[in-house]
């Protein structure tokens, strides 16, 4: 069972101080050190987001630290999957973004802030207080939708593509990632696996920089993603904010 095979490869990334709470989907199957909190025959990564939400809105520590994983590839597996789940799980588990400072909110191997504020991949650690701050998951997609008047495109976060967006989502966010490759975004250029992992605050690379460059010109074909002026239109009409 693939599922199976690639929780088991993230179960042994975990830290000690981790606990590990499981929405399962689908097939229904055991999983060693877990504890199992909901199982659903159909839905998506929206219905884990809301459990996540809505436990930082209840503990009564807004220090915490959580971790958002998931076992991407089971869908469409493929080596550049695999490769990308890997940094995404070691990364999102390490020791570097358990211990971020806290003039980080959210920790991730890469944040970008193209075509939209994300982490390709969708897996982080971050802050109980930052993401009380958060729209409901479970209504993100639809609030994006009355903003861009519906689709699912990937350049600004619509659609399918909403959940990939949400946790960078709001204007106080600040994004540290741990990754010290070349690497920005989509699905090219991922390296090979490595054990070098840098905490800096993110995105790390100026516009000016090569490798930032080269993310850039993938936008020229939509440039309007990428102007300040789209970013804190968005910012307003979910939380009613621009950026302090």
């Not at 982080?124 to 993100?140: E, G, H, S, T």
Request: proline share 6%.
């Amino acid at each position: 069972l693939r599922a199976k095979y690639y929780v088991n490869e993230q179960m042994a990334e975990l830290l000690p101080k981790h606990q590990v709470f499981i929405r399962s989907i689908g097939k229904q199957f055991e999983v060693e050190g877990a504890t199992q909190i909901q199982h659903d025959e159909k839905g998506n990564e929206v219905g884990t987001l809301k459990l996540l939400w809505d436990h930082c809105r209840e503990t009564d520590n807004p220090n915490e630290k959580v971790v958002y994983l998931h076992n991407k590839g089971s869908f469409h597996p493929s080596k550049t999957n695999d490769l990308m789940r890997k940094w995404l799980t070691r990364a999102a588990l390490s020791e570097e973004c358990s211990n971020m400072p806290f003039s980080c909110s959210v920790c991730s191997w890469r944040f970008s802030p193209l075509p939209h504020p994300h982490n390709g991949g969708n897996m982080w650690a971050a802050r109980c207080n930052y993401i009380r701050k958060l729209i409901d998951p479970a209504m993100f997609q639809t609030s994006m939708a009355q903003l861009y008047h519906g689709g699912n495109d990937p350049w600004i976060g619509t659609g399918r593509f909403a959940a990939e967006h949400w946790v960078h989502s709001h204007p106080t966010i600040q994004a540290c990632d741990v990754s010290t490759s070349d690497y920005i975004w989509a699905y090219r250029d991922i390296p090979e696996l490595h054990d070098d992992f840098k905490l800096e605050a993110a995105p790390r690379y100026r516009l000016r920089e090569k490798s930032f460059r080269r993310a850039r010109s993938k936008t020229r074909s939509r440039p309007q993603v990428i102007t300040f002026e789209h970013r804190w239109a968005e910012y307003k009409f979910l939380y009613n904010e621009t950026q302090p």
